[in-house]
C-alpha cells in the first residue's frame, strides 16, 4: 500500500531552468511532509519540509507547495544546477507517529 | 559533531547466515529508527527504539529480524538466516528526544548481499 507516490522515476532539466517534482499521497492524517535528497552510496540527507498549516516554504533555490484538497506536493529548484542530479523523495509523516513513509523517487539529472 | 554511522557499509552474507548491521546515532540523539529500501522502491519503516526499548516494530517482519538498542554502543539490526530477499540497503535515522519523529537525520546505510 504506497501511501505516497511519485509518479515520475526520472526527469531531465537543463542548467539553469527549473526543476519540478511532484509527489502525491492518499492518507489525509499526513500533515508534515519532507524532501530528501540521496546521492548514489549514501543515506537521504533532508532538504526542506513543510507543515499541513502551511501551503508554501520556501529556502534559496529550493520551494515545496503544498495543496491539501488535491494531496499534492510539489518541489521547485530554481535555478536548477548539475550539483543538485540525484535522487529526491518525498516523505510524510502524521505528527506524533513514529515511521516516515517515504515515495518511490525521481532522480533528476541537471544538464551542463 | 558527526553524523549517523553505519558499518558495514556493504555485508554480502550466503543463504541461512546471519547478518549484524550497527548504527550509531548522532550525538546528543535517542531515537534511532531502521529502514530498509528494496530495488526500485523508496524506504519503508522497519522499527523504532529509543535507549533499550522498541517503541515500534510494525514494520518489521514477524520472523528473522530483530533489533535492539542497549543502554551503551551502538543500535543493532540482526537477520538472522538469511534469505536472497533480504538483499536491499538497510538505513538507520536517528534524532533527539527533544524534536518530533519527523526530524530525522540518516546515516550512510548498509548494503547487504544474499548469494
Known amino acids: 500500500d504506497q501511501q505516497v507516490k511519485q509518479n515520475s522515476p526520472s526527469l531531465s532539466v537543463q542548467e539553469g531552468r527549473i526543476s519540478i517534482l511532484n509527489c502525491d499521497y492518499t492518507?489525509?492524517?499526513?500533515?508534515?511532509f519532507l524532501w530528501y535528497k540521496k546521492y548514489p552510496a549514501e543515506g537521504p540527507t533532508f532538504l526542506i519540509s513543510?507543515?499541513?498549516?502551511?501551503d508554501k516554504n520556501e529556502d534559496g533555490r529550493f520551494t515545496v507547495f503544498l495543496n491539501k484538497s488535491a494531496k499534492h506536493l510539489s518541489l521547485h529548484i530554481v535555478p536548477s544546477q548539475p550539483g543538485d542530479s540525484a535522487v529526491y523523495f518525498c516523505?510524510?509523516?502524521?505528527?506524533?507517529?513514529?515511521?516516515?513513509?517515504f515515495g518511490t523517487g525521481t532522480r533528476l539529472t541537471v544538464i551542463p | 559533531n558527526a553524523g549517523v554511522m553505519q558499518n558495514p557499509r556493504h555485508l554480502v552474507r550466503r543463504r541461512g547466515q546471519e547478518a549484524r548491521l550497527r548504527c550509531s546515532p548522532m550525538k546528543g540523539h535517542s531515537h534511532v529508527y531502521w529502514y530498509r529500501q528494496l530495488p526500485e522502491e523508496g524506504l519503508k519503516f522497519m522499527v523504532y527504539?529509543?535507549?533499550?526499548?522498541?517503541?515500534?516494530e510494525s514494520g518489521m517482519p514477524k520472523e528473522r529480524f530483530s533489533a535492539e538498542f542497549p543502554k551503551e554502543g551502538p543500535s543493532i539490526l540482526r537477520i538472522q538466516q538469511v534469505v536472497r530477499g533480504d538483499s536491499a540497503a538497510y538505513f538507520c535515522?536517528?534524532?533527539?528526544?527533544?524534536?518530533?519523529?519527523?526530524?530525522?537525520?540518516f546515516g550512510p546505510g548498509t548494503r547487504l548481499l544474499v548469494l
Open positions: 516523505a510524510a509523516i502524521k505528527t506524533g507517529a513514529n515511521n516516515l513513509f
Open positions: 527504539l529509543q535507549k533499550e526499548n522498541i517503541i515500534d
Open positions: 513543510i507543515s499541513s498549516i502551511k
Open positions: 535515522a536517528s534524532s533527539p528526544a527533544s524534536s518530533g519523529q519527523e526530524t530525522q537525520y
Open positions: 492518507n489525509s492524517m499526513f500533515d508534515y
